[in-house]
Every structure is written in C-alpha cells, then in structure tokens.
C-alpha cells in the first residue's frame, strides 16, 4: 500500500520513486490511480497533483507519468546543482583544482 499524505505538498523525492516505481512495474498505474482518490477521499487538506493523476475515466499511465515529470522537473534542476557542488568539492579536496579554479567554475 502506497502511504497516505495529508498534506497539501507531497514530497517531491516520493512522488519521484512513484513514478520510477510504476515505470519498472513495481507498482501499477492502478495502485497509483487509487492512491490519489483515497488520499483525495481521506484527507481535508491534499496536494494539487493529486487530481492531475487522476485525470480520465481510467488510469492512464503516460499521463501519471506527465504528471510526475511536470511536478518534480525543478527539483531535478536543483539536484544537478547539488551534484555540481559535490563534485567541484571533490576536486578540491582532491587538490585536483584550487579554490581560485572553483570560485570560478
């Protein structure tokens, strides 16, 4: 059973391993489609994208997938910034570059 969230903001990294999750057949475009209305059913206070997963009469897995993509989109932008970060630190504690070179990239 996928957890309930009764909230108004469904953490990004979740909703991130939701849809990974359905891509490899973990679980099913069922089991997130009736998430969504149980969490919609359950909760006073839920998240937007809820709704977004539950758009059309049936589940529909590329638009799940949409969806998903749309919403966690930006954080990935900010995950490539972290990875950048680790990686320029990497290289000075390496003294691979100095921290003029990092400064710079």
Known sequence: MIEIFKTDKIPSDFLEALRLSMNYGFISKRE????????IELSDKYDPILFDLIEGK????????FALIIRTQN???DKSFRLLIS???????????????AANK
């Open 58 to 65: 049936e589940p529909d897995g590329r638009q799940i997938d």
């Open 87 to 101: 990686s320029i630190n990497n290289q000075v504690s390496q003294g691979e570059i100095s921290l003029e070179e």
């Open 75 to 77: 954080d990935e932008t």
């Open 32 to 39: 997130i489609w009736n998430w969504a209305l149980k969490s």
